[in-house]
């Protein structure tokens, strides 16, 4: 039997979805299950937003869960590079053999074309996609363009009639019309791949045999197995997971809920528990008790047994689950060294006296300041968040610039928490004071509080972003409708 491989293929561009994790469990049960290899490797092509500390993050975050890879572009393994912009000449290489046998071509449509072509496409209210403008260029006028020196991208021929079959372990044969997918981008104007070339290219020649993902990519299929037949390749059996979904049914996503691994590691939940749990969300208790091992699963696991009837990320289950591994799994003595390994440790209490040294008197005065920084979440009242002279209505609106401001801080220290709240300020013309009084409320549930910004860098960024969503709830939250006319205002004056 060929070796069993999966991988994971996370893009650094922010902090770790829950998402991410829940997929890497399943490889790695797998994985496990059959004495396979589980494979990590970096979605980095997106140049303007991957970042090196996004990718130390994804490592930090799935190993504090206990998902750790056997190969990786931080452990190596024979099927290196695992960065994927390390890997471009192969891909520039095998978009090559594509246009050479026929089944892509350089297409030299301006960005100004496609916009028009996308508006046009609108206005009539057809089909969006690209319209094969050149995919029928004579070999004599594509090299006439290419001697030009014009910018191009290389584009898969996809077929314009028939059905595409896809085979998925969880959910048999879905059909798919070709007639739906137009010819996708696979080689960028600055010699980049996309997700589509670079995922097929790299999942055949790291020999990956089973591909464990969530259902959003089912519709990209008919273009990864094109690609596989256009190389002469078998594809690896494919298995595609339920998303993630709030309460409501809606994809779980940041702008309500929690998703971060980050968040749950900051908020003291134990990864045994948010394993266990990520586990529910699509595989039955195994037995009778909801409460299981790793390695439990591991011997119980089958794909087979997989539930595809909607994962809802209950907070309130994730919570009785979490506290039972506290009261039943550990004793006093793990308890405290899981303490110590979380928050109450030398180094976290250094980085708060600096700024909270001159507020106290005695040394009983240190706990009750920094109680905010261990607590899950705070309380704040209503009227605490609204300053002197504004409106209570006036307040949501501001914290949600404010939470789209502080997610575009990439270095998470005082210095950038400050300028991305004094650009909030600006946007609504308002004295810094004005904003920074509702969010002291809302970051420490109090009034008053240690200095704003300090306090902001040590909560981490996924903590403060949650914060000031549960602050906005305090005071009736944003419609969708505001919101995106919020959103599209506050894009329009960056």
């Avoid at 190596?76 to 053999?97: D, F, L, M, N, V």
């Avoid at 920084?373 to 404010?402: G, S, W």
Wanted: proline fraction near 6%; aromatic fraction near 10%; glycine fraction near 8%.
């Amino acid at each position: 039997m060929t070796e069993l491989r999966v991988r994971i293929a996370p893009s650094p561009t922010g902090p770790v979805h829950v998402g991410t994790a829940y997929q890497a469990l399943f490889d790695l049960v797998l994985a496990k299950k059959h004495g396979g290899k589980f494979v990590m490797r970096i979605e980095d092509t997106d140049q303007t937003r991957s970042r090196p500390e996004y990718e130390e993050q994804i490592f930090k975050a799935l190993r504090w869960m206990g998902l750790d890879w056997d190969e990786g572009p931080d452990v190596g393994g024979p099927y290196g590079p695992y960065r994927q912009s390390e890997r471009t000449e192969i891909y520039r290489e095998h978009a090559k053999q594509l246009v050479e046998g026929g089944h892509a071509y350089p297409c030299f449509c301006t960005s100004e074309r496609l916009d028009v072509l996308r508006k046009e496409q609108m206005q009539n209210k057809t089909k969006l996609g690209y319209d094969g403008h050149c995919r029928d260029l004579s070999a004599e006028e594509v090299a006439e363009k290419l001697a030009e020196g014009l910018d191009h991208v290389i584009r898969l021929k996809m077929p314009q009639e028939g059905t595409c079959i896809v085979k998925d372990r969880f959910r048999g044969e879905i059909a798919l019309d070709y007639a739906q997918v137009d010819d996708q981008v696979l080689i960028k104007t600055d010699g980049f791949p996309t997700y589509h070339m670079a995922v097929v290219v790299d999942d055949h020649l790291m020999k990956i045999s089973h591909v464990i993902r969530g259902e959003e990519w089912i519709m990209s299929m008919p273009k990864h197995l094109v690609l596989y037949e256009a190389y002469g390749w078998e594809p690896p059996e494919y298995m595609h997971l339920s998303l993630l979904l709030n309460p409501d049914g809606s994809k779980m996503s940041k702008r309500r809920n929690p998703t971060s691994v980050e968040y749950y590691r900051r908020a003291g939940y134990s990864p045994q528990a948010l394993r266990n749990y990520l586990a529910l969300m699509a595989y039955p208790p195994v037995g009778e008790e909801d409460m299981f091992s790793f390695e439990q699963l591991v011997e119980d696991f089958d794909p087979d047994k997989i539930n595809l009837g909607g994962s809802i990320f209950d907070m309130e289950k994730l919570n009785w689950l979490n506290g039972r591994y506290l009261r039943e799994d550990r004793s006093p003595g793990q308890l405290l060294e899981d303490l110590k390994g979380w928050l109450v440790n030398d180094e976290h209490f250094a980085q708060m006296l600096p700024f909270l040294q001159q507020r106290m008197e005695t040394l009983g005065d240190f706990m009750p300041q920094v109680a905010f920084f261990f607590a899950r979440k705070v309380d704040p009242q209503a009227e605490d968040l609204v300053p002197k002279k504004r409106e209570a209505e006036e307040i949501p609106p501001m914290l949600q610039t404010a939470i789209w401001a502080l997610d575009e801080v990439l270095d998470w220290q005082k210095e950038g928490i400050e300028a991305a709240l004094r650009g909030v300020a600006e946007y609504w013309e308002w004295p810094v004071r004005d904003v920074t009084v509702p969010l002291i409320a809302a970051l420490t549930g109090e009034k008053v509080g240690p200095p704003l910004f300090e306090s902001a860098a040590l909560l981490g960024q996924d903590m403060t972003r949650m914060r000031l969503i549960d602050a906005m709830n305090v005071l009736g939250g944003l419609s969708k409708k505001k919101a995106a006319k919020l959103e599209k205002g506050w894009k329009a004056k960056r």
